[in-house]
């Protein structure tokens, strides 16, 4: 499987970002997803995770009622909404695929290149 990650940007804190991670291959509805975050000298975050039907979500304490972990499978596509967005969510995003849904990221066997988002206060 391999994972582009896109949608990053700048915006101010309050504004609104929609990652999408396009997968190829035809095994990407098998996969469980996940979005992880990495900031400047701060260690990676899982910071949601999706199974691979979509009827079980994770989500870290830090972003529970702001970000969205969604796909579509025939799309082979996993997307991330975030909404009211903090400075401290400033981060590279990168998302992966693991065969089982998890928090743990050793689980993850195929990740993205990562996305950079900044949010401006």
């Known amino acids: 499987v391999q994972l582009q990650a896109s949608g990053g940007g700048l915006v101010q804190a309050g504004g609104s970002l929609r990652l999408s991670c396009a997968a190829s291959?035809?095994?990407?509805?098998?996969?469980?997803m996940g979005w992880f975050r990495q900031a400047p000298g701060k260690e990676r975050e899982l910071v949601a995770a999706i199974s691979w039907s979509g009827g079980s979500t994770y989500y870290a304490d830090s972003v529970k009622g702001r970000f969205t972990i969604s796909r579509d499978n025939a799309k082979n596509t996993v997307y991330l909404q975030m909404n009211s967005l903090k400075p401290e969510d400033t981060a590279v995003y990168y998302c992966?695929?693991?065969?089982?849904?998890?928090?743990?990221?050793?689980?993850?066997?195929?990740w993205g290149q990562g996305t950079q988002v900044t949010v401006s206060s």
């Open positions: 291959g035809r095994t990407f509805s098998s996969y469980a």
């Open positions: 992966a695929a693991s065969i089982s849904l998890s928090v743990r990221s050793s689980t993850y066997d195929y």
